[in-house]
């Protein structure tokens, strides 16, 4: 064997790469793995070159090939640890950490990294020690003292979380992320707010990033606690067109996805065409972001039989695989395309498989991502002895809270009065779909009511499940994490007057009401 194959095999891949010519990259990589199979760093970069073509189950294919060979080296651990985030495995990202050697690593930046991405499947508590670690190897590393900060938050210790994210802004002023967090941590008071703090800063910023958005919402949060509503709108409508420019909507993917939706899954479609012997019930809690799917989990996870999973993309990863397409957010028009062709039992087979270790050993399990509302087709056709819990919230406080909340890279519809209203008229068309093509399958859950008597209730909703009835699922006082944006809410008990926080921004908010109008009933 030429012993400078490898290396020259290696070279001509990272070329073919940089120059776009994937499948040629590809055929590189596969001549190393011939050589030399274990070799992580050719399966990583071949499984990306799988997904610039997009054959998404070979991606996958070569990230858990790379997992096998148990790679410790601090590069290959992080891309690896990203690679199982992005194909949503969950045991395997932990299964990476576990060998990984962390405990020998001396880098605050990779440990912090490496936190951040298990927090993302979950677990906070192995976050958290990674980031304490990541506090001895430099106790001056802002990223630390900030994600440090928010697992705090994610765990209800709301004073830590302030002295976390206090200690990354004296380090980096304009770490606006922090400010971000911090806006939110508590109810701001005349007596105690940043909003000097923070319009100083503002100038500091480069206009037009994201770091500019999340100040401008963090100055908005603030100044809407204080009741200094003209230049909360201020920071809002300059917040909301900074992230409209970062992450534009596709108004048309959305409309093609929600016609295809429609009109593939017929009555015929959505009935069960596999019946898979699971060993837990899931429970599916869909709904618009905002509209109060974490206080219903909440209460349903303090039942003694139910394991809150919370927001997971475990059911859009299994309709990925069975597509061999790594779609867009949740659902997109290309995956409805090819998802009439999905082989649903592998569909079940793989999520019941990927989600058993989320339950505990307990015989329900949560899964609460709003938007997988969008799924509910599939999910009935694959899981059919699903539970289905939709949270109906009124209209314009639910747009409301979703203009004036800062997310990643999904919701695009949310920084456009008119986008959002015609997203949510899209919405409500498809759960009325839902509700006609799978009677009696959907609860619709009035948040309303559920704050105004939770007894009663969730009393209705336990029946639903087919759970006996428990005090403990009426009450919020319990331990462990909130890994949403509801996390501060989720601390105190039940809040019953979130109501009409829209108000006193009325005059600015003409393209939403006047889009909303149909779906509001004259109470409104």
């Known amino acids: 064997m030429n ?16 120059q776009g010519q994937w499948a040629a990259a590809l055929k590189a990589y596969d001549g190393l793995l011939a050589q030399e199979p274990g070799h992580v760093m050719a ?41 199982l985030r992005m194909f949503n495995e969950p045991l395997a990202l932990l299964e990476c950490v576990e060998h990984s050697a962390w405990r020998e690593c001396r880098s ?19 976050a958290m020690e990674l ?13 630390t003292r900030y994600f440090r900060g928010v697992v705090q938050m994610f765990f209800g210790d709301m004073e830590s979380a302030e002295q976390e994210l206090e200690r990354c802004i004296a380090l980096v002023p304009t770490f606006a992320q922090a400010h971000w967090v911090l806006s939110r941590l508590r109810k701001q008071t005349a007596q105690a707010n940043h909003v000097a703090r923070m319009k100083a800063l503002l100038q500091r910023v480069q206009p037009g990033t994201d770091s500019d958005a999340y100040m401008a ?11 200094e509503y003209d230049e909360a709108w201020q920071a809002l409508d300059h917040a909301c067109r900074v992230k409209r420019r970062l992450t534009p909507h596709d108004r048309l993917d959305a409309r093609w ?27 599916f809690i869909v709904g618009m972001h905002r509209s109060g799917s974490t206080l219903l989990e909440q209460l349903l996870g303090g039942h003694p039989m139910v394991s809150d999973g919370g927001e997971t993309y475990s059911f859009t990863t299994q309709m990925r695989y069975a597509t061999d397409y790594r779609n867009k957010g949740v659902v997109d028009a290309e995956l409805v395309k090819r998802a009439r062709d999905a082989d ?5 087979h793989r999520f019941y498989e990927a989600s058993r270790w989320r339950t505990k050993g307990r015989p329900f399990l949560t899964e609460k991502l709003p938007s997988n509302f969008l799924n509910l087709g599939f999910i009935a056709k694959a899981l ?133 109008a149909e779906f509001r009933t004259p109470r409104d």
Not at 52 to 76: C, F, Q, T
């Open 3 to 18: 012993a400078q194959l490898p290396q020259r095999l290696w070279r001509q891949g990272e070329d073919y790469a940089r």
């Open 43 to 83: 399966l990583l970069r071949a499984s990306r070159m799988a997904l610039s073509l997009g054959r998404y189950r070979l991606g996958h294919d070569y990230a858990m090939r790379a997992l096998a060979a148990r790679p410790r080296g601090d590069e290959a651990v992080i891309m690896l640890a990203r690679a």
């Open 108 to 126: 605050a930046e990779w440990l912090t990294e490496l936190a951040m991405l298990v927090s993302t499947i979950g677990d906070n508590k192995q």
């Open 131 to 143: 980031l304490d670690l990541a506090i001895l190897r430099d106790p001056k590393h802002p990223p």
């Open 217 to 227: 919402f963090s100055v908005h949060n603030e100044l809407h606690d204080l009741g």
């Open 257 to 283: 996805m929600y016609e295809r939706l429609a009109a593939l899954c017929d009555e015929q479609f959505v009935e069960a065409s596999t019946q898979v012997d699971g060993s837990f019930t899931p429970v």
């Open 344 to 348: 649903y039992a592998l569909v079940a």
């Open 384 to 516: 059919p002895q699903a539970r289905i819990l939709h949270m109906v919230r009124d209209p314009l406080d639910t747009c409301f809270s979703n203009l004036r909340t800062m997310f990643s890279d999904v919701n695009t519809f949310s920084y456009d009065q008119r986008e959002l209203a015609e997203w949510y008229g899209q919405y409500h068309r498809l759960m009325a779909h839902w509700h006609r093509v799978l009677p009696g399958r959907v609860m619709d859950v009035h948040y309303d009511a559920l704050v105004a008597d939770p007894d009663g209730v969730m009393r209705q909703v336990l029946d639903f499940c087919g759970l006996p009835w428990d005090d403990a699922a009426t009450s919020l006082d319990r331990a462990g994490a909130v890994a949403t944006a509801s996390s501060p809410q989720m601390r105190g008990g039940i809040m019953k007057n979130r109501g009409a926080a829209w108000r006193p921004y009325e005059a600015w908010l003409k393209p939403l009401i006047d889009g909303l």
